[in-house]
C-alpha cells in the first residue's frame, strides 16, 4: 500500500470514482494522526448525507475541521511534524471562493505556495471536471479555467500525484 | 493482443472512446464462443443506426441477446465454460433500471455478487459519465453516482480494468 | 524531455489540463523550426484573450498561421523537413466545420490520410470531451461523436500519443 510520507499528494478524479476513500486510505497508511479539512458547506440535505457518510467511514481517530473559504490558514494552523492531513476537496473551495467573490488566483497562488512549507503530509483531493462537453454558461466555463489551473499548479509542487478512476488509482508523478 | 481469459474484465472510457471495440477484440481474441448482451434499446433512429452498425461490425458467428434490465439473470443463463460474454454497456442498464424505477443499488449488488461465480469469460463495457461539470438536474446526478459506484464495485471484482481513450486502451488492473 | 521527433504526435486532454503548453515543449524540444496552426476564430473577448496569451507564451520565433476550416491544405503547405507544426486544436477545427456545414467525416478522413506523408514533424492538440453526461442537444452529440472518431483515427495513424491531465503527461502510445 503506498502512503502519504511527509511531502503533499494531489489526488483526483471524476464523481465517485473513488477518489475520497483512497485518499483515506493514503492518509490512515502513514502512521501519522490524521486530520480531515472538509471545504464543503452542508447547504441541503443531498450534501449533508454525502459529508455525514464520509465522517462515519473515516471513525473518531480523525480531526476534522471545516474551512469552506480560509483554507491556506487552516492548514498553517493545523499542519504538524506528526499529523497528515486530507483536504476534501479543492473543486468545493474553489466554489465557495467564486461564490462569495474572492479573487481565485490569488488565493490559489497562496495556498500553492504554503503548501511547500507545511510541516507534515498533506493530501488534497480534487474533482476532474474538464473533460465534457463545453459548458453553457460563463460560470461554469470559469470554475472549470480555475480549477484546472489550480490543479495544475498543485500537481506541478506535489511530491506525487494519482488520477483515480472506478476506484483504482493511476501514478501520474512521484 | 491481450484476451479476456477466463474471468471478468471491466472495459470503461468515454463517449466514441473505441472502447465496444477494444472489448470485441478481447472477446474474440480468447478463441471462446461469443456472446453479445445488449442492453440498450432502439427508443430512436440514433440508438438503432448505432446498434445495427455495432452488429454489422462483430459478425454472424456472436450470438446475441437483448436484456435490457434483467442483466444478472441474463448472464447467468448464458454463462458457460467456452463461452465469452460481452455486455454492452453498464450505463445504458443503469439508465433503464432508473426509467423502470427498479432499485439500482440492490440490482448493481446482485450483478456483481453474480460475476464471482460465472463460468467462461465476461467482458462489462462501460461509459465514464463522471468527468465533466456537475449536471444541472438531480436525476443526472443519481445517474452519476450510480454508474461511478458500480463502476468502483465491477472494478474490484475485475480480474483485469481497461480504461480506453482515442481508442487505446491504459491497463489499471490485472 | 521528450520531443517531437520527425512524424506524428497527438496531444489530447480535458480543458485547461496544460495540453497545450506541454504541445509547445515537444515542438520547442524537437530543435526544428516550430509553426502554429491555429484552429479557433477569435469569436470573442473571451476567445481573444486566450488566444493573446496562448501566442505571448511561444515568442516570436514561432511562425503563426491561422486555419478555422482547411487545416489538411494548411498542413499540406507548411510541413517541410527541418520544421515541427503544433496545430491547436482539433476540437475547434471540427466546430468551425460543422458551423460551416462541411462534411466533417470527409474532411476528417482527408487529415488522417495527409498525416502519412508530411514532411517533418506535427504534433496534433485536441480536447478530449467524451467524459461527461451525454449532452441534451444532438448537436452537442453530433460533435462528441465527430470528435471521439476523429482523435481514434488520428491516435491510431500517430507515433506517439499523450493523454495530459493536471500538467501532466501519460504516455499512451510511442
Known amino acids: 500500500m503506498t502512503s502519504a510520507g511527509p511531502g503533499c499528494t494531489f489526488v483526483f478524479g471524476g464523481a ?27 447547504l441541503d440535505g443531498e450534501m449533508e448525507s454525502r459529508v455525514l457518510a464520509h465522517r462515519a467511514r473515516r471513525g473518531s481517530h480523525w ?16 499542519a504538524r511534524d506528526d499529523r497528515a492531513i486530507l483536504v476534501d476537496c479543492l473543486t468545493l473551495w474553489v466554489t465557495n471562493l467564486m461564490l462569495e467573490e474572492r479573487d481565485v488566483k490569488a488565493e490559489s497562488r497562496a495556498l500553492v505556495d504554503c503548501l511547500t512549507e507545511l510541516p507534515g503530509a498533506v493530501v488534497l483531493v ?11 454558461n460563463a460560470m461554469a466555463r470559469d470554475f472549470r479555467d480555475h480549477a484546472g489551473d489550480l490543479h495544475q499548479a498543485v500537481a506541478e509542487r506535489a511530491d506525487s500525484v494519482f488520477f483515480v478512476a472506478a476506484g483504482l488509482p493511476l501514478k501520474m508523478k512521484g
Not at 63 to 78: G, S
Not at 126 to 136: R, T, Y
Request: include cysteine; proline fraction near 6%.
Open 16 to 42: 465517485r470514482s473513488g477518489k475520497s476513500v483512497f485518499a483515506e486510505r493514503l492518509v490512515e497508511a502513514s502512521g501519522l494522526s490524521p486530520a480531515y479539512v472538509a471545504t464543503g458547506r452542508c
Open 63 to 78: 480531526t476534522t475541521v471545516e474551512e469552506p473559504l480560509d483554507l491556506t490558514a487552516a492548514l498553517t494552523r493545523l
Open 126 to 136: 480534487s474533482n476532474e471536471v474538464g473533460l465534457g462537453i463545453v459548458p453553457d
